[in-house]
């Protein structure tokens, strides 16, 4: 039993050790007992946050992550998955398969926030919703027409479709439950367009005239417009969507189109928060930060835009290749972004500077980052697995598979909580291991791949009433809940200052005195004073203008007694004031 404990204290001291900000501080030498007291207490603190962080590490995150480890000269990414099929379990074979259907093709995947389930959309219109977990098929449907991007709404039981014309959205059984047409324009003001709505609902509905009577006493109508334009208000097509985005704390789904038209949706509500043009042409590259929101743009001018709902122009605008841009991701904790080229160059950027932290060599069509880190880049029928193994955000070779001769890769995409890449091509879709990609301990407040009927309904009730604003989105999600700092007041020209004192005089000058008693009105008296009146409007800006030759007379002393050396800094005269 002793040396049980001793084990144990010595690996909760490691985890300590793991957490603690560096070494303390030496106390000792200072002599300001009440900056040392602060310190001391706040050393204590810093040990205390350590030994909770080491105790939940040890508790409540039993599951460490997988890695390859090589022996010798041997590369990790020489292993083949046939080698890591022959040292895993039975369960985690499972998840190394190779659906093949060529003539549906290629194909896109999109998984839920746990990992739990897959939508996979075929370009020739065929759905498919699969339980990762028992690799049962949910649901199957063919719309019979071009799908080009599915993404998965705030849980398993809605998804949205890119299709030829419009966005479709679906439950889980296939039941198509919105097609996005037109621009929806919500909560109108029935007074403002009473007959215009009386009109549309008069002929779109089979109801009888005498029912409208009660609509004066609605004060909002959530309408659809099928005409063109009713009082000024531009209806406006979505068009055909080439990639979709779901923002999970917003409840917002990002769409931009063939003409270059990047568009939020509100799903609880249908209403379009932002609309807006974005001026660099076609693209397909689009994804969201999952750290703030922010969702960026691809182009084909070799610049990646970076937008906000609430904003008709890009909050960024960087060049980051000098051809057309292929691909990004983003790395999860929002302050890593990759990009890939047409120049056949991978770039690796950190978002605090906007500055290239390193350049590999290699084209990616597609690129996505792992919940640990690891980025996943692919290219014709190769896929090149990188890691930053030191820490120090130097990506190098970790893994690489190669697909059968003649698969297209379309899409990479990690599963959330496992060791496992999900690779949509043109014949189909794949599935290969990769060992520490997932995170192992999962939050069941936050995401649970074992997660109940009931347990779910508590979730979405709880993330409804936890829904961010779209203002919420920027940047830097810090500020939010700060206050923002009271500007400087400029300090005016000499220009305003004169004109200032003009305006003071001439207020003066022309101000007009009450008529007194006999003997109290004279002239003289009169006249002095309008002169008392302007000399004290011009005292202030008088008075100013001395405190300030006084301030540049003060630096100008200090300036020449730093200008020399301090041994003899003593010996300057001191001038009288």
Known sequence: MGAKEEHGDDEMDLKVKKYLRGEAANLEGLKDKKLKGQLAVREELYGKSAKAAAKIEKWLLPSESGFLEAEGIEKTWRIKQDSIANEVGILSTRNQYDIVLPELGPYTLDFTQNGRYMAAAGRKGHLAIVDMKTLNLT??????????DVAFLHNELFFATAQKKYPYIYNRDGTELHCLKLVQLLCVLVSSFYPAIVQIMHRHSKCAPDSLTALPSISLLEIRLRSNSVKGFTVQEHGAVLRLQFLKNH???????????????????????????TGSG?????????YNGVVALGHSSGTVTMWKPTSPIPLVKMLCHPGPISSLAFHPNGQLMATSGREKKIKIWDLRKFEVIQTLSGHAKTLNFSQKGLLAAGTGSFVQILADSSGSQNYSRYMSHAMAKGYQIGKLLFRPYEDVLGIGHSMGWSSILVPGSGEPNFDSWVANPFETSKQ???????????????????????????????????KPTK????????????TAKDTEFKKKTKGRNKPSKRATKRRELIHRAK????????????????????????EMPKSLQRFVRQKAG
Request: hydrophobic letters at 30%; glycine letters at 4%; proline letters at 4%.
């Open 139 to 148: 649901k199957e449907i063919q719309v019979r027409e071009t799908v080009r």
């Open 456 to 490: 779910r309904r508590e979730k979405e009730v709880h993330s409804l009433l936890d829904k961010l604003p779209p203002e919420t989105i920027m940047l830097d999600p810090t500020k939010v809940g700060t206050v923002r700092q009271v500007k400087k007041k400029e």
């Open 539 to 562: 005292r202030p800006f008088l008075e100013q203008r001395m405190e300030e030759k006084e301030m540049s007379r003060k630096k100008q002393k200090t300036g020449v007694v730093t």
């Open 495 to 506: 220009e305003e200052r004169e004109a200032e004192l003009e305006a003071a005089v001439e």
């Open 251 to 277: 409840f917002l789904l990002a769409s931009i189109n063939k003409s270059g038209q990047l568009r939020y949706q509100d799903v609880t509500m249908g209403e379009m928060v932002g609309n807006f043009r």
């Open 282 to 290: 076609r693209t397909d590259v689009m994804q969201v930060n999952p």
